[in-house]
């Protein structure tokens, strides 16, 4: 994208006011998609983005500025404006040698989804449409969406850091609606790889549509969910939500270092049952959130956050680690050139245990059964979260027994990690998530095996 | 018929326009073509325990274009104002026309003689403020909050943020439409900490002109949310009557909004959709979607097709009067746009509200809480995107707050859920507040008190 001389005069103009980091990055994305709804192909809409952020950091402070003119000139012009925006005072003369970071790439992409002919993306919904709507007369109304995306990335830093990456991500998600004399169910189920068109060789849109469709089905004959505390048991893979809001966000640097984390100064501590092992991973191949480099320049780590329990380490991006005089631990992510980084999870999971799903179900006396998870939300000050349940079922002597409508839970971290009583042997990943975070959106994955929190989880329905 | 060309506003935007046109100029044949095009310029002051913790200073520009032919659409959408990348942008959307299946309601909205509200939407003061007074007003901002109450220990992020920005629509249907627009604003996000309990606030002014941000306003708004909630105990699990400040009433409303979209209608995801005559709400509700309302600093003169802003009441005396319309799905119901497409430049025009307005009742918000025997006063929401589906209904959400007793506030409440359907909601709904405000985010809003919500708790 840009060439190393070009790198070099541009860093040295962002640190020509004194600095102890400047950074470029720059951004070249594609994007496509194409929608279909009410039965017929709406839309197809691509994208283009380029540009670049330069950030100046002098002491505590940060200034930024980006810009979509790649030129030197470009380029330069927006390295003086954050510079001037850093207020550093004095002169740098900073010349510095680049050293290319060797980051692994998480997988290959065998078929890159620009290569690939529209009207094929535009047959998986048409068949995605028919075969939702094959599920029953009760299916009233289907959407469906493809999309995917190419993003190469540049970042250089006068540490010396220079990465390049390549992020291709492809998607499927289907909403269905269902009538009957209780009203209108919604089902839906998304795909979402950080591969290219060969998704659809391992994933039939067949399968997603059916099983969205079979979500708004059964909820027709749902009943209110119950209120109050219960015994709740998730199965596996989209569970992995509840450990996003209920402990992943408290364990981001940033928000620990501000005091705004119940976590914070808890490392070593016990924060969860033994059971609990919590894992961030942007190396997973594939998987949502994974990456060669973050967007900082850093590749991707393993990080074991907890540990049978015990608090093991926050995640870090370059700032926070800088300050800690520690190193980042690759969660440095932006949502675009336009923005500063933070730091993010990745891709973040729970391990698996010993105990069957079978034997987990059949001790639970009554409870609440989950099988998929809506999006959430946390207060990491007070560690309160939500999360929703789109498909759940009510536990009755053992036996998942009747469908219930869809709800919010609620609960606080340190109180539901330490209340998970049992892990099954069933890991499994969840569908791709989009995690906001003050402003900025960035791809996540999370997973989980079937577990059972005994207690400290209120169910948000209206039933008695 | 006339073109919606503001007259107040015209003259700025020549470059813009005439960028628009050398796209249009290359529509061929039976082509129909729309043009959006928008560049706007911000900074965002942070500050952290007395230095700029951070300055970004942004500009940014894009552009979306829509091509229709023969009953197919097709848009791309692109990140810069580069006429080479926008003929590039113009042949993708053409390309992507060829894949669409033909809709014989698809056209672009049309010039339909609806006079222009003028709006004041441009302001010279925030764009002449020197960077200086920006920093200054952040730490002043911080320093008040950290100052108010013993029991603030810290703020997460205290922020001054202004942006400007013009925007233009440009068709071969005779659309020419432009916008300008500037607006600043101040925040601040305190911690409360009593023990090892920690709790949160939020405190935000708006405006157009910078030296009349109010800081007192947002230094107590958010001193009082962040410390009323400390000590805060989970509830008993109860049915019971909810006050909803004018913020969060609005909130309620948003949702209800956009389930009164004609789009929805059209495509059966609506639960109001035969509704139109009917009572869907107490008679005490009336709500209109106006964005000609002056007095709003949400107010805006065009939609997101280029036709004039209009009133459109929603609901009357809890009688659904009818539904909000783009061109597309005005055309498809028979009837005509609403002026209610709202989009940026990456998408295609979508319906929704753009300015909410309650009708008043008319007692004070104290009146309110003294006539509730047993309630929640609602501090704030969460899960509204995980908890609340606008086609079955289904309201499930987080909360916290204070406790209504024999009239008066009483001790704060957390990690509770209030759940109901939202069909019930508005029919639930026992008074509407006399309380009105136009909120920082530019609705005009009252509280509101809904009997028979199941609170969820211990």
Redesign the interface.
Known sequence: MLEEPTIQRVLAAAASRGADFAEIFAEEKRSSS?LL??G????????????AGIRVVV??????????DLSEAGLIAAAE??AS???GSGTGTTIVDLDRVNAQRPNLVRIMPGDVP??K??ELLLMANEMARAEGAAI??VSARYADSHRRILVANTDGTLGTDEQVKTLFSISA?A?GDT????GRESIGRSVGFELFDTYEVGDLARTAAQRAIT?LAARP?P???MTVVIGPGGGGVMFHEACGHGLEAD?VG???S?FAGRIGEQVASTLVTLVDDGTMGGEWGCFAIDDEGRPAQRNVLIQDGILVDYMWDGLRARAEGRASSGNGRRQSY?H?PMVRMTNTYLLGGTSTPEQILSDTESGVYISHL????V?T??G?????MTEAYLIEGGQITEPL????????GPGVLTSIDAVGNDFAMGGPGTCGKDGQGVPVGDGVPTLRVASGL?????AA | MTATVSKQQSGHSEDLLALAASVLDQAAGEEQVEVLLSRATSTTVKVYEGQVESLTSADSSGAGIRVIRDGRLGFAHCGSLDPTVLVETLREARDNLEFAEPDEWNGLAVPDGVEVVAQNGWSDSVVAFPVERKIALALELEQRVLAADSRITGIRSTAYGDAWGESVILSTAGIQAVDRGASCSISTQPLARVGEETQTGFGYDSGRVPELLDLDHATAEAVDRATRLLGAVKPPSARMTILLEPRLAISLMGIVSGMLSGESVLKGRSPFGERVGEQIASPLLSLTDDPTRSESIGAEEVDGEGLACRSNLLISDGVLQGFLQDSYSGRRSGLASTGSAVRGTRSLPGVGAQLLVMQPGTRSFEQLVSSIDLGLYVNSFSGMHSGVNSISGDFSVGADGLMIRKGSLAEPVRELTLASTLQRLLLDIAEVGGDFEWLRGGDGACSLVIQDVSLSGA
């Not at chain 1, 409508?405 to 606080?412: F, Q, S």
């Open positions: 194409a709804d009410d017929r192909i709406e839309e197809l809409t691509s994208g283009r983005d380029r540009g002491g505590e402070s940060t200034g930024f500025a980006h810009t979509s404006t954050a925006a850093a207020r529209k009207a993306k535009v009233t109304q609606v009538s009203g209108m169910q919604t909820k969910a209120s109050g505390e928000l501000k005091g705004a119940v336009q500063l809506g999006g959430g939300q207060n000050a007070t309160d979260f939500v999360f929703g409508r869809e709800g919010n839970l609620i609960g606080n209120t169910i948000g329905g209206t």
